[in-house]
């Protein structure tokens, strides 16, 4: 599959720039545009599959940029993502009766955009897999087993659902604000504590009678699972 | 005119007196025209009767034939009195009408019988009444018709109509000076009151009006002020202690990161150390954006712009539900987790959620290693109660008043690295705050209890 590419509209040069960079290395390719005029003019010329819109544009704003998307038949149905530092109820509103498909509010974790953005790009809803398989671990998904070396990790409910979350999103990095989401459906900014705890408890079973590491840490960022880690 | 209070009393009182002065002229007026018209009335019956006992007087035939002019002069006197004496066969045996005068004859009456008083109205154009009765002549029947034009009465009548009207008129603008004079020197305090209003900003709150001396009704007014100025000098201490607050707490993330990321620029370093630096740049971030999030959230809940969207929610669901999130934590910690009680709590399910998170955070921090954190339900008095109990050191006496206070740090060093932003409990408040309820904390002996009282 051919890279999909982003378009993101920032006026905020460091913002637009980090933008840029972190989507390119998230193995996205992107282009950026500084206002609202050029990101209107880029969305027509070149084959975008996402905008990354901020609301806060100088001359045209996002929300006229939004309608002027959406009132193009060439870019109607283009996801946008909008970006809003305004954490108002009428705000979030606004853009979704405007046709934006999510929002994010500034400032957020770079690694919940790149889940988003990537949610938002996956057409068809993900295909669950039942059995998943990551360096010598097998996830047997209906039965809800664990085997590395063929030989049975065993785990609680809990412990089950973070991993196969992990392994779902196998090579991504998530935030604990979505591993809190997803597993517990705690959707505040919580104690971040309790999932390195919960993370740690898992690693002890998983990762810890093994050599190889399936689990690990991004300083700053949240948690990966994968076979190799990044060099 | 709309907006002026005194213009529109005035007015208004200048047509109340007016109105009542015209009432009172009328009437006046029509009192004084029925006594004159009364007494005329009599005069002329007068007259009648003293014409027919002339009549009646012997040598009366004679008097009238031969010296008519006695008549005139004794009877009419005046020259608008008109009399007229026709015998039977309607012959005119005297008519005395010096302006040639027409009038109607009214019916003639018996002797002796009230005659009817007929009004007319002369060539001239003035009023005039006229009656007639049958008297004797030497045995003969007559009949008597005696007239009366009273132009001076009409001059004297317009003349009184005159006079009230300028009485009315002269009370009626009397009564709008003194009222408008009333008016601006009743208001005084009013006045004194928008003065003090207009010196009213942000740092002179509590200056407060006096209502000592103020009129007693204007007390209540002046009273509502004053407390609308106590809570805005409430709202405005807290909300510039508020932002005086979060400067300060705002100073230790971002000296750290400055101070650690200028160290690190003095000199080159390897790649770990760089990464090293990043990655604890953005543990304080995360803290500085927690802060401002959980400020916002205690912003908008004190603005009552948090709607809750309340449903009834299973107390052991979400009791399972919390005590799964911390299960890792706590078991870390040699915490145990039990939960207790059951029954249903009509409220946000996230909010709920997002308050039960900051106690049990609490509870698992402070509690004493091997012991059991309690999360249990009851219904007490109407109110369910949920509460989280821990054991361990209790919250120092004088702590307890201030434990929902925001950025409140009973032990400074209890909190120091563990990433707190001292709003925990502020948000549990503000969340009872928003359901209508209450969080209290109970402290017991050896434990410390956290209730959320749900009405």
């Given amino acids: 599959m051919a890279a999909m590419h982003i378009l993101i509209i920032e006026d905020e040069p460091k913002t637009g720039d980090y933008l840029l960079r972190g989507l390119r290395e998230s193995g996205f390719t992107a282009s950026l545009a500084r206002n609202g005029r050029d990101g209107l003019h880029l969305a027509g010329e070149e084959e975008v599959d996402l905008v990354v819109l901020d609301v806060m544009l100088p001359r045209m704003d996002g929300w006229e940029v939004l309608a002027a998307l959406r009132a193009h038949e060439a870019t109607a149905r283009l996801p946008v993502l909008f970006l809003t530092a305004r954490d108002e109820v009428q705000d979030r509103v606004r853009g979704l009766e405007l046709g934006a498909d999510d929002y994010l509010v500034k400032p957020f974790a770079f690694v919940e955009l790149v889940a988003r953005i990537r949610t938002l790009l996956r057409r068809a809803p993900l295909r669950e897999d ?14 809800r087993k664990v085997r590395r070396q063929g030989k049975p990790v065993l785990l609680t409910a809990q412990e089950f659902n973070l991993l196969h979350l992990l392994a779902r999103r196998q090579g991504q990095v998530l935030s604990r604000a979505l591993i ?3 597993v517990w459906d705690i959707n505040f900014d919580s104690d971040t504590n309790v999932i390195d705890a919960a993370v740690r408890r898992l690693r002890r079973k998983l990762d810890d009678p093994f050599t190889l590491k399936l689990i690990h840490t991004r300083r700053g960022m949240g948690y ?4 190799e880690p990044q060099a | 005119m709309k907006g002026s209070l005194t213009l529109r009393v005035t007015l208004a009182f200048v047509l109340i007196v007016a109105a009542s002065a015209a009432g009172l002229g009328l009437y006046l007026y029509h009192a004084f025209v029925g006594e004159i018209v009364r007494r005329d009335d009599i005069a002329l019956l007068g007259k009648l009767r003293q014409v027919q006992q002339l009549l009646g007087s012997p040598g009366a035939q004679t008097l009238l034939r031969e010296r008519p002019q006695y008549f005139r002069d004794t009877m009419s006197g005046q020259e608008n009195s008109l009399v007229r004496i026709v015998d039977a066969d309607g012959q005119v045996l005297l008519d005395i009408n010096p302006p040639g005068e027409r009038y109607p004859l ?10 009817a008083v007929l009004a007319w109205t002369s060539r001239a154009g003035a009023p005039g009444q006229v009656v007639s009765v049958t008297g004797r002549l030497n045995g003969q029947q007559v009949r008597i018709t005696v007239a009366r034009v009273y132009a001076d009465r009409t001059a004297m009548f317009v003349r009184y109509r005159r006079q009230i009207v300028l009485a009315c008129t002269l009370a009626a603008l009397l009564a709008g000076l003194l009222a408008a004079f009333l008016l601006v020197h009743g208001l005084r305090p009013l006045r004194a009151i928008a003065a003090h209003a207009a010196l009213v900003r942000p740092g002179r709150l509590d ?5 000592e001396n103020a009129p007693r009704e204007l007390r209540p007014l002046i009273d509502a002020l004053n407390a609308m100025l106590v809570r805005l000098h409430d709202g405005y201490t807290r909300l510039s202690g508020f932002s005086a607050d979060l400067a300060h707490e705002f100073r230790t993330p971002v000296n750290n990161l400055l101070g650690q990321t200028q ?7 390897s790649p770990d150390d760089y990464e090293e630096l990043l990655a604890s740049n953005v543990e304080e971030l995360e803290r500085l954006s927690r802060m401002v999030d959980s400020m916002l959230f205690l912003a908008r809940a004190r603005q009552e712009d948090v709607v809750p969207e309340r449903q009834a929610l299973a107390v052991e669901e979400e009791f399972a539900r919390m005590a799964e999130f911390f299960e890792g934590m706590a078991e870390e910690r040699g915490v145990l987790l039990d939960c207790a009680g059951s029954g249903t709590v009509q409220a946000d399910p996230q909010l709920l959620r997002r308050a039960l998170a900051n106690l049990l955070s609490n509870a698992i921090r402070h509690a004493s290693p091997g012991s059991t954190v309690m999360l249990a339900a009851a219904q007490v008095a109407g109110e369910t109660e949920l509460s989280v109990t821990n054991q361990g050191d209790p919250v120092a006496a004088h702590d307890l008043p201030h434990l929902f206070e925001r950025f409140y740090r009973g032990d400074a060093s209890r909190s120091a690295g563990t990433g707190s932003t001292g709003l925990g409990l502020s948000i549990v408040s503000a969340i009872m705050a928003v359901h209508g309820g209450r969080a209290e904390v109970r402290p017991l002996p050896g434990m410390t209890r956290f209730v959320l009282l749900f009405p």
Avoid at chain 1, 130 to 143: H, N, R, S, Y
Avoid at chain 2, 207 to 211: E, K, N, T, V
């Fill in chain 1, 130 to 143: 039942d059995a998943l398989c990551i360096g010598d671990m097998e996830i047997d998904v209906v039965a």
């Fill in chain 1, 180 to 182: 809190a989401s997803a």
């Fill in chain 1, 224 to 227: 990966v699972c994968e076979a």
């Fill in chain 2, 106 to 115: 009214p019916p003639a009456v018996a002797e002796g019988a009230r005659p």
């Fill in chain 2, 207 to 211: 200056s407060q009006l006096d209502s």
């Fill in chain 2, 263 to 269: 160290v690190a620029l003095a000199q080159r370093r």
